[in-house]
């Protein structure tokens, strides 16, 4: 009760924060550049001076919060990945040296490249045929709610509840774990399915196709009442089937949204974290970059340099892809 009293506490102050903030500040604004004043010209002058300064009020905490936790930390981190473990000694390449030997970080590419491969095309996929079916049947709006509900829960809440799913309990006891229950009552062993050598990666995998599903299937579902009907009606006056009008009339003019999907998720991915840690916290061959960032950086007392060199890794991976998306993105706005 504590912590949900804390937790309205906090969300009361800071709306009230921010309303006030804005409120003050714009009437305070006013008052230095009164419009209401017999001089004409003077008002007129104070009125573009005001609306010049007006967006900055709005924008001004976002910059300065942009700046303290995106920008700083940014610059940091690559400063840091060229000092020692203390961040007080200066080493060069070092660190980025030592990734290229280290057996745990080539384990935490290859899993992360596991993670690109399935993880987008599986929830773009799903998405995709879900936002197709539920087009299609007067009960779609709530299977899509329903599908959709998932984005709602945190990754360590997902995680809990697949934790229920791939729960073991030794041979002869009752099995609580949803998976292991249906593999015995169809004869077979349980099993330990998030230690099972590289399947485990993929068993990690489907909690987060899980999640983002429902976020493919919403901009798909979007981009598919899009699509203008003349062109439909046009393959099925031409003898196209469902199939057909589908994959050859409805996919390709959708593609720019399935690659705006395919990327978002791409970013997604390559920052999990949540998910590995609250699994497995990267034992059983499962560790990715940024758990592998985190048990540097704040672990085993701590190695500022190797942390951040590993953090700098996942940034060059991610900016190309999220500069591609925006510019993706902002075409798709344009209708280019």
């Known amino acids: 009760m504590d912590q949900l009293l804390y937790a309205l506490v906090t969300i009361v102050l800071g709306v009230a924060g921010a309303i006030g903030y804005f409120y003050g500040s714009n009437l305070l604004l006013d008052r230095i550049f009164p419009s209401n004043i017999d001089d004409m010209a003077r008002a007129s002058r104070n009125m573009r001076r005001a609306n010049m300064i007006r967006p900055w009020l709005f924008l001004g ?21 060229f000092y020692n473990r203390s961040g007080t000694s200066f080493v060069g390449l070092a660190n980025y040296r ?35 079916l539920t087009d299609r049947i007067w009960w779609g709006n709530i299977a899509k709610s329903l599908i959709f509900m998932p984005m709602a829960i945190s990754f360590v809440g997902a995680s809990v509840i697949w934790k229920f799913v791939y729960d073991y309990r030794d041979t002869g006891s009752e099995q609580i774990g949803i998976l292991n229950a249906i593999v015995v009552a169809f004869g077979g062993e349980p099993q330990i399915w998030i230690a099972l050598p590289f399947w485990n990666n993929f068993f990690l995998m489907v909690i987060l196709i899980w999640i983002q599903t429902g976020f493919a299937m919403v901009l798909l579902s979007a981009a598919l009442r899009g699509i203008p009907e003349e062109t439909i009606e046009a393959a099925v006056i031409d003898g196209a089937n469902p199939f057909q009008i589908f994959m050859k009339i409805k996919v390709p003019q959708m593609w720019s949204t399935i690659a705006v999907v395919w990327t978002t998720i791409t970013i997604l991915v390559l920052k999990v974290f949540d998910i590995v840690l609250a699994m497995t916290n990267g034992q059983w061959n499962t560790q990715v970059l940024a758990n592998l960032m985190f048990d540097w950086m704040f672990r085993g007392g701590g190695d500022f340099g190797r942390g951040a060199a590993i953090a700098v890794v996942i940034m060059v991976m991610v900016v190309p892809i999220m500069i591609w998306n925006i510019r993706n993105a902002r075409r798709e706005m344009e209708g280019r």
């Open 61 to 81: 905490p976002a910059f300065i919060s942009l700046s303290v936790y995106l920008v700083y930390p940014l610059f940091s981190s690559i400063a840091y990945s």
């Open 98 to 132: 030592w990734m290229l030997t280290d057996d745990e970080f080539r384990e935490s590419i290859f899993n992360n490249m596991l993670w690109l491969i399935v993880v987008p095309t599986f929830s773009t996929l799903f998405g995709l045929i879900i936002a197709a």
